[in-house]
């Protein structure tokens, strides 16, 4: 193991020399930022777009409006209205969160360096921009961004009213134009960090990993990047009219309903209304009322977005697509099963999968009481990133010009978002941070093989910003995704190609994900009920 750590640094790439860019000047104003160690310009709060408060609560994102003097983006803006926990107290929230920060190693503004802009998770409900600037792949030279977006119901709910204000009567997605809004203001703002604009790669790990795939597929994000990363997460399930579950996604015309249906719990009688509400109101804990999604609305998001690759109707970039081997334990690894969970979880998989439960019990069995519970977080790691990144890879593959580049990550570690559940067999949902934020490589002496599996992966990741590929001297090397040879990398005791993972579940998923599209694909041609 020492010489696997040992190996991994003689690759690691150093910063730009020099005094780092402390100051700098955009298009609303001049910036200064605080230094991050000695290496580091850190500018923790620029406003991108305007407060979407007052009228333009559930709007399109406006531009900022400049400001007289030096902002001192020294503290991090505030995060968007969503329930409170522990650490994420109301007083930090605030409707007015279209902040972005910047992490560059830069000395000058001529340093065109590659950019990476990180787009978080939470569900499209909760979490944070400033949760981590990524300063540790700063510092192996690319700029690095990461942006706020609208969450929740200010951020993907969608409502007739809203539909009639919009002049191609669009409603819902104003998280995702937020976030396109925010890479426009990249290519126009960030050669004055340093960093190069025709160089950008989207990152983002489960909410913020779909929405990498969503902008992947959407006209308006064209030319805003060119390569993607995807840590659990992707969005190539069919849509309906019917409303958003595990198996489909949602239309704007079923968001509408379901925007329509909040609007009743809060008892409120119009959209004005709605609008004079407080945000926490709309977002907080006591909501009683939760569930916005991005739909399809035909502007940002146009169709199921399966058929555009197919198609060829999307933005053709290379893409590293990444699972954990045990993603689901975060969601399902604190059930407590009775006698009663066995009957259910075989009603569960009757609903979903219907002429199709047979076959699923095999591949997910539960006939005990541990069966169910492990079984039920394979599913939902399966239907809810592992499946989804599989299609990704595989349309990327057949259809696209750039390369898909497939991931697996399964280091055994005693640290874990799910270490508090004794059903946890491997790497949950989530944990694929912690190789990214410092916690492994902080403490080599602690945790040396997690270190070393940090080092290979942020290695790849600033690899591919800098060449759209992940590929360099020294690391095992990495062929582009074939889904029917050993190209997948698995991340676990170093870094080694396997065949596909799960790949029974996987295969029988793609069959069923088939039958639901043309399902769903026929009823709105009237040739189904």
Not at 107 to 120: C, T
Not at 186 to 191: E, F, M, S
Not at 338 to 351: H, N, R, T, V
Not at 361 to 373: A, D, F, I, S
Request: glycine share 10%; hydrophobic share 35%.
């Amino acid at each position: 193991m020492k010489k696997l750590l040992l190996f991994c640094c003689l690759f690691v790439t150093t910063a730009v020399q020099g005094q780092p860019l402390l100051k700098t000047h955009v298009e609303t104003g001049d910036l200064e930022g605080v230094l991050d160690g000695n290496d580091l310009a850190v500018y923790k709060a620029i406003p991108y777009a305007a407060p979407p408060v007052g009228d333009l609560r559930w709007k399109e994102p406006q531009p900022a409006k400049a400001w007289e003097g030096v902002l001192k983006a020294e503290n991090f803006g505030p995060l968007p209205p969503q329930p409170t926990r522990p650490g994420r107290t109301a007083d930090m929230m605030s409707e007015d969160c279209l902040y972005l920060g910047i992490a560059t190693p830069a000395s000058s503004v001529n340093d065109n360096l590659p950019v990476m802009v990180w787009i978080h998770g939470g569900g499209f409900q909760t979490e944070h921009y400033g949760g981590d600037l990524w300063t540790s792949l700063a510092r192996r030279g690319v700029v690095i961004v990461s942006i706020e977006y609208r969450t929740g119901a200010l951020g993907f709910m969608a409502h007739p009213e809203l539909a009639k204000e919009s002049k191609g009567g669009h409603t819902g997605n104003y998280g995702l134009l937020d976030q396109i809004f925010a890479l426009k203001w990249v290519q126009r703002n960030i050669h004055n960090f340093g960093g190069d604009p025709s160089k950008v790669t989207i990152f983002g790990e489960s909410a913020g990993a779909i929405s990498c795939s969503i902008l992947c597929g959407s006209p308006l994000a064209k030319g805003l990047f060119r390569a993607a990363i995807s840590q659990s997460g992707g969005s190539f399930a069919p849509w309906s009219d019917s409303g958003r579950t595990l198996v489909v996604n949602a239309s704007q015309k079923a968001s509408e309903q379901q925007g329509l249906a909040f609007q009743k719990h809060l008892k409120k009688k119009s959209l004005k209304q709605m609008r004079k509400m407080g945000a926490m109101e709309l977002c907080g804990n006591d909501v009683g009322f939760g569930g916005f999604w991005p739909c399809v609305d035909g502007y940002v998001i146009t169709d199921d977005l399966y058929r555009n690759y197919e198609r060829g109707d999307y933005n053709d970039v290379p893409v590293i697509v990444m699972t954990n081997s045990d993603e689901g334990v975060l969601f399902t690894g604190y059930m407590q099963p009775d006698a009663s969970a066995i009957e259910s979880f075989k009603k569960q998989l009757q609903g979903y999968f219907g002429d199709l439960a047979d076959e699923a019990q095999k591949l997910y069995p539960g006939g005990t009481e541990q069966e169910v519970v492990y079984s039920s977080g394979d599913l939902f790691r399966d239907m809810g990133f592992a499946w989804p990144s599989f299609a990704w890879a595989s349309l990327q593959n057949k259809n696209g010009r750039q390369p898909a580049y497939a991931a697996f990550l399964a280091q055994p570690s005693e640290v874990s978002l799910a270490s508090g559940s004794k059903y946890r067999r491997g790497v949950s949902h989530a944990d694929d941070i912690l190789y990214l934020n410092g916690t492994f490589l902080n403490q080599p002496e602690k945790y040396p093989t997690e270190a070393a599996v940090a080092e290979i992966i942020q290695q790849y990741w600033v690899n591919f910003a800098k060449t759209c590929n992940p590929n360099c001297k020294g690391l095992p090397f990495w062929p582009a995704f074939d889904p029917d040879k050993t190209t997948t990398m698995q991340f676990s005791n170093g870094a080694s190609l396997i065949d596909r993972p799960n790949r029974e579940q996987i295969d029988f998923l793609d069959r069923f994900f088939k039958l639901q599209r043309e399902k769903t694909e026929g009823m709105r041609k009237g040739n189904l009920r």
